[in-house]
């Protein structure tokens, strides 16, 4: 078994919790509220933007042209492609994904998930620490996305439907790239050292499920404490 798929094998049980949970589900059937879907496009523009920052900070850390080429095309998409995934959620809720992006929101979840991946970033001289750190998140979509447009539940009438068809095969050559890269880059890592890339691949998964629930329970920053009604 090759070391990306153990780490895919072992974050199973994390994925099948963030498509039973209620952002998830909600989407499948295309009754998500329309603040969830706000607070989720919002807190992604964010998240999507330090994605990209951090892509530039992994050129440095890579040893083939090629790997550099991958990175450059994966900035390109970042800026561009994935955005289309964004403006489906807009549509359906009948709002200009321009202006919903307008504002700008950094919740407790998103920052923690952000804080992870730049830690490992500038931690760790071996890239394949960042890249376990970033790569659970197009796993996850891509795995959602293909088990979404088999759901006999999905609503195809939705406009949300083409947001699941869009990660079912757009994360592909990219979660590929990185399983090559994880295989490469860990080759002479020791033990000790694998498993504590591994733990950032499962941490990751794991904010991958904080940050959907961050926007279905709308989260914010609790700077007067919890307040009982």
Known sequence: ??????????????IEDIYNDGFIQDLLVGKLSKQAVRQYLRADASYLKEFTNLYA??????????????????????????VEAHEFLADYIKESYNEIVKKKVWPPSGDHYIKHMYYNAFVHENAAYTIAAMASCPY???VIGKRAIKD????????????????????????????????????????????????NFLQSTIHERHFF???YIDEKWQYEGDKNE
């Not at 078994?1 to 994390?14: G, N, V, W, Y």
């Not at 900070?57 to 994935?82: A, N, R, S, W, Y």
Request: include cysteine.
């Open 140 to 142: 996850v979509y891509a």
């Open 1 to 14: 078994m090759t070391f990306s798929k153990e780490l895919r094998d072992a974050a199973q049980p994390i």
């Open 57 to 82: 900070l992994l050129i440095p850390k890579v040893h083939t042209m090629k790997d550099v080429k991958f990175l450059v095309e994966q900035i390109e998409f970042m800026l561009e492609g994935e």
């Open 152 to 199: 006999s539940r999905l609503n195809k009438e939705s406009v949300t439907s083409n947001w699941f068809k869009f990660y079912s095969t757009e994360m592909d050559e990219l979660v590929e790239v990185f399983n090559q890269l994880m295989d490469r880059l860990t080759v002479n890592c020791t033990e000790k050292q694998k498993a504590e890339i591994k733990e």
């Open 213 to 215: 629930n961050m926007a």
